[in-house]
């Protein structure tokens, strides 16, 4: 029988990154709280037949390019672990991005009402209770399933969010201090499509320009902001220039954007300043 170091090496030679393999193994060990000092204190501990046969299956699965959030079950976000099966999206670090201009716009607002639309798995409504425990946190999201999902989460975590169903703002009731939302963006024909076919298309695309659902967030969110209040909005790589267009037409104001962890601007968003339409 191979050790538990011996077994991370060969999934390695078999394609895998070393984050992914040490992944796996903990999941077939029954390890899935442990992480990397777990495994190095127990590098010559040996893998059982039964074990290697279940972490098999779950390379097989990796390789075929499901992403290893789905096979493990659970996927860390904020310094959160969520659990996240294919009726969600894969929460990415690139999405704290948002969160964290979310909790600085919020900074001088402890008890503002926010709402998180199109919550998934409930990764930034979540990110933003447990940091700010005093904010009114609303999610909303279109797709049952996930929001039983992030339902889940929420228990599990003990954070106090109200989830609803409903297609965006329609979902919900009243004005907001902030809406924060990581909405589908993908072009129908986007090349990248492929890679994300484990992911649910309704997570993802959003019409020719991938700019649909921002389009109609942003009509919403005019009359469901308190003046003053911000719309912050994740997008595509390319999408940064188009999205503070169409932010800056509908009247917001202090429209800018801010950059992901590669330098990118991948997230916009303004203050409505406005009247009421
Ligand atoms: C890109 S995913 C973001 C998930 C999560 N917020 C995150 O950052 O990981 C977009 C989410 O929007 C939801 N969605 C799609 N259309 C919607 C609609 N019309 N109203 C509300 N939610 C919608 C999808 O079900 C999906 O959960």
């Known amino acids: 029988m191979p050790s538990i170091s011996q077994t991370i090496a060969t999934l390695q030679t078999r394609g895998l990154d070393l984050t992914d393999s040490r992944l796996l193994l903990l999941h077939a060990l029954g390890q899935p709280r442990a992480g990397r000092a777990w495994l190095l204190a127990h590098d010559t501990d040996l893998v059982s037949e039964a074990v290697n046969t279940s972490l098999q299956g779950y390379v097989a699965r990796r390789l075929a390019g499901e992403p290893v959030a789905y096979i493990v079950g659970h ?3 904020y310094g959160l672990n969520l659990q996240v099966n294919s009726d969600v999206l894969v ?5 704290e991005t948002l969160v964290d201009w979310a909790l600085n716009v ?39 399933a996930a929001l039983t999902v992030a339902q889940a ?55 020719d320009d991938g700019l649909d659902d921002i389009r109609t ?26 999205v503070r267009a169409l932010l800056e037409a509908a009247g917001f104001a202090n429209v800018q954007s801010r950059q992901d962890l590669a330098g990118i601007e991948r997230c916009s ?9």
């Open 217 to 242: 967030i942003i009509d919403q969110a005019k009359t469901r902001l308190q003046t003053g209040g911000w719309l912050l909005l994740e997008h595509g790589y390319d999408q940064a220039a188009d």
């Open 75 to 77: 996927k860390e976000f």
């Open 106 to 144: 919020l900074e001088p607002m402890p008890e503002a009402r926010v709402v998180d639309l199109g919550t998934g798995s409930g990764a930034i409504a979540l990110a933003l209770k447990s940091t700010r425990p005093a904010l009114q946190v609303e999610a909303v999201d279109y797709s049952h």
């Open 91 to 95: 929460p990415r670090p690139d999405t």
């Open 269 to 277: 968003g303004g203050q409505w300043t406005a009247p009421d339409l």
């Open 153 to 207: 989460n929420a228990q599990r975590l003990g954070l106090a969010v109200t989830f609803s169903q409903g297609s965006w703002l329609n979902g919900t009731e009243g004005v907001f201090q902030a809406i924060v939302s990581n909405p589908p963006y993908i072009r129908e024909d986007d090349e990248h499509l492929p890679a994300l076919r484990f992911e649910p298309r309704q997570a993802l695309t959003a019409g």
